[in-house]
Structures are given as structure tokens and as C-alpha cells.
Nanobody, 121 residues
Framework: QVQLVESGGGLVQAGGSLSLSCAAS????????MAWYRQAQGKQRELVAR????????MYADAVKDRFTISIDNAKNTVSPHMTSLKPEDTAVYYC??????????????WGQGTQVTVSS
């Protein structure tokens, strides 16, 4: 079982910046990708950014491109998005996601407990 510890989040004014961090531990298998999702009240959970461990390929949602950057520390199994130029519509609960792959290729997803990000106008 993978344990995810999230940190960061909080209240920030529009135009401000905020960083999140997620540390993964306890994985029996290799980590294929680490990502952050968010879920605004009344909306579905959506991908914010995903980074693949081996290739360092990064995917960003269109809504956050050019404003958010994500980095990964493979040695520490941490993933950290830095969010800038925040907008009220970025307000959501942000969830860390880790995807592992076992020796035969099965994928497993693990989720953090979520951290609230609130952007005031």
C-alpha cells in the first residue's frame, strides 16, 4: 500500500502563487507517474498535471498551462507543483495521485487525502 503525504495549500489572493508537495512511500512496485488532480465544488475531478517518472514527460491541463509547473524528485518520490498567477477558478481541493506498475504491467492508482486551495478575488 502506498502512503501519500500532501502539504501546502491554503488561501491566496488572485494573482498570487502557491506550492504543493506530495511524498510517496511504501510502494512495492515502480512508480510510473505522479500527478495532481483537483475537484471544485460541484464539479468532476480533473487532471491538473502529470509527470512520468522515467521519461520526465509532463502533461498539463489547458487551464493551467503557462501558469503551473510541476517537478518530480525520483530519489525522494515527491512531486511538487508550483502554481502562479492563480485565479478564483483555481479554487478546489487538490489531490495527489501516484500510479505504480507491477512486474507484469498492471497499473495501480493511489490517492492522497486532498488539500484545499482557495483563491480570493
Amino acid at each position: 500500500q502506498v502512503q501519500l503525504v500532501e502539504s501546502g495549500g491554503g488561501l491566496v489572493q488572485a494573482g498570487g502563487s502557491l506550492s504543493l508537495s506530495c511524498a510517496a512511500s511504501g510502494s512495492r512496485f515502480s512508480i510510473r507517474a505522479m500527478a495532481w488532480y483537483r475537484q471544485a465544488q460541484g464539479k468532476q475531478r480533473e487532471l491538473v498535471a502529470r509527470i512520468f517518472s522515467t521519461s520526465s514527460t509532463i502533461m498539463y491541463a489547458d487551464a493551467v498551462k503557462d501558469r503551473f509547473t510541476i517537478s518530480i524528485d525520483n530519489a525522494k518520490n515527491t512531486v511538487s507543483p508550483h502554481m502562479t498567477s492563480l485565479k478564483p477558478e483555481d479554487t478546489a481541493v487538490y489531490y495527489c495521485n501516484v500510479q505504480t506498475r507491477n512486474v507484469v504491467g498492471f497499473l495501480y492508482d493511489f490517492w492522497g487525502q486532498g488539500t484545499q486551495v482557495t483563491v480570493s478575488s
